[in-house]
């Protein structure tokens, strides 16, 4: 197809996600042709740095021979296997117990979904059957974060606090509570890491209280925020709400869809801490975006739970058709091997310090208040005023100015709502790739301060600034 017909195609045919429909329709697709290390090719052979790892996904990086002859060589032998009527294949059971053994120790059984949403409704359906099978079916409340992102399922979204994923979808649901995130760019300013530690555990703790702890099942989180705008919590936040759940008798899901394998520095942020929760969703990184995989791992506890006892004969009736798939198997199977023996997990805590000190240095240009990071994840939030921390108004559509002016100097990343620039740098960038990031971003940054209308929304000592 030629690429005007492709472009005309889309706008007719391919529903898009997250996006506003009409404006879609109205602006057409930008077709992606090819992929090599972190950079992507477009149709019309412009090469764009992708400093967002395709959907903070491509970990590894584009065109990983190894992957692909991994994922030839499965197809080849077995392209599909049921995990349904007690089957299995090698591969699913060999990556099953390589996350075992990779992940916290509290967590010792792993269901394979087709990605980060579906990992989650499945979490959430193991907890509601865990707690009615062991006897206790009023913990059905379930708590998260504002600005949290849980997926877009039917239930999960209801998790997720964006506006967006509850406006017309009827969500969140009843049993869906949700706490203040740890911001700590929109907390008081002067308040320290403990106080912001404390007043969420506080938050937790009232919430329960409010609700009953006998009423609540779970409380979920990412340990860093991602598509609410890379919220990044104090050292200590994580383990400091795990151990109030274990206080309160609730169960603690880390979300690290986003967060996994390598993301941070290690390959789990839970790692960190040294937390241990009783359920963990991944996807994106496990098969680096190569091809359609999640998991939710959970500790033995839960399972024996939702096992029952041996007399009993009822199944378990939650599944799909494409769980433990072998070809992804294989890739994520592939993919943890570059991630150790390949090195980029080592490359990735390597080079986080440049990234970091690239992302800070920004910090002198007029249009950016904070600058945060945590391994190869992180953000810049841009602000209409460095003092008052003031948000520009939505009127003046930054992120899609942002967002323009970045794919003129060939640069991919994410442009939030709310002026927040997200980065998802694949793990195997190097010095060349960081340079290459940090001046293309500060380009695109003064090419958007140079519009009029930007230069007269900025107030204050960010005015003097420019």
């Not at 091809?291 to 378990?316: C, F, H, K, N």
Request: with cysteine; glycine share 10%.
């Amino acid at each position: 197809m030629t690429k005007s017909s492709l472009i005309d195609a889309d706008r007719k045919h391919l529903i898009h996600p997250v996006i506003n429909y009409r404006a879609h329709e109205a602006r057409g697709t930008t077709v992606l042709e090819s992929g090599h290390g972190a950079y992507l090719r477009d149709i019309d052979g412009n090469e764009l740095l992708d400093a967002f790892a395709g959907l903070w996904c491509v970990n590894v990086g584009y065109g990983q021979q190894s992957i692909v002859e991994a994922a030839t060589r499965q197809m080849t032998k077995l392209p599909y296997a049921t995990t349904y009527f007690h089957f299995s294949s090698e591969p699913a059971i060999e990556l099953a117990e390589k996350l075992v053994a990779l992940s916290p120790a509290s967590l010792q059984h792993v269901y394979f979904t087709l990605g980060g949403s579906d990992a989650v409704d499945s979490a959430i359906r193991f907890i509601t059957h865990y707690f009615n099978a062991t006897g206790r079916p009023a913990k059905k409340q379930m708590i998260a974060l504002e600005r949290g992102y849980h997926g877009s399922s039917s239930v999960g979204a209801g998790l997720t606090a964006l506006p967006a994923f509850h406006r017309n979808f009827d969500l969140p649901l009843p049993h869906q509570h949700h706490l203040p995130s740890p911001y700590a760019y929109r907390q008081p300013q002067g308040e320290n890491a403990q106080a912001l530690i404390a007043a969420s555990v506080a938050a937790l703790e009232a919430k329960v209280t409010s609700l009953g702890a006998q009423n609540v099942a779970a409380f979920f989180c990412e340990p860093i925020q991602g598509s609410g705008g890379v919220i990044v919590p104090p050292v200590g936040w994580l383990k400091a709400m795990r151990d109030a759940c274990r206080r309160l008798d609730i169960l603690f899901v880390a979300d690290e869809v986003i967060t996994g394998f390598g993301r941070t520095g290690p390959l789990f942020a839970c790692e960190a801490e040294q937390v241990e929760p009783d359920l963990m969703t991944v996807a994106k990184g496990l098969t680096s975006g190569y091809a359609p995989m999640g998991a939710v791992l959970m500790s033995d506890e839960i399972y024996q739970g939702i096992a029952g006892d041996a007399r009993d004969t009822a199944v378990v009736g939650h599944g799909q058709t494409y769980s433990a798939h072998p070809v992804s198997a294989a890739i994520g199977l592939e993919v943890l091997r570059l991630y150790h023996e390949g090195g980029l997990l080592a490359n990735g805590i390597a080079q986080a310090p440049r990234f970091a000190a690239g992302l800070d240095a920004l910090l002198d240009h007029p249009l950016v208040g904070d600058s945060r990071h945590r391994g190869l994840l992180g953000a810049l939030e841009l602000v209409a005023d460095k003092d008052s921390r003031a948000r520009f108004d939505p009127s003046l559509k930054l992120p899609d100015r942002i967002a323009a002016a970045a794919y003129r100097n060939r640069l991919g990343f994410r442009a939030f709502g709310d002026s927040i620039l997200g980065f998802a740098p694949a793990l195997c960038f190097g010095e060349a790739e960081f340079d290459q990031l940090f001046s293309r971003l500060r380009r695109t940054l003064d090419e958007v301060l140079d519009h009029a209308e930007v230069r007269a929304a900025l107030r204050g000592a960010s005015r003097a600034a420019a």
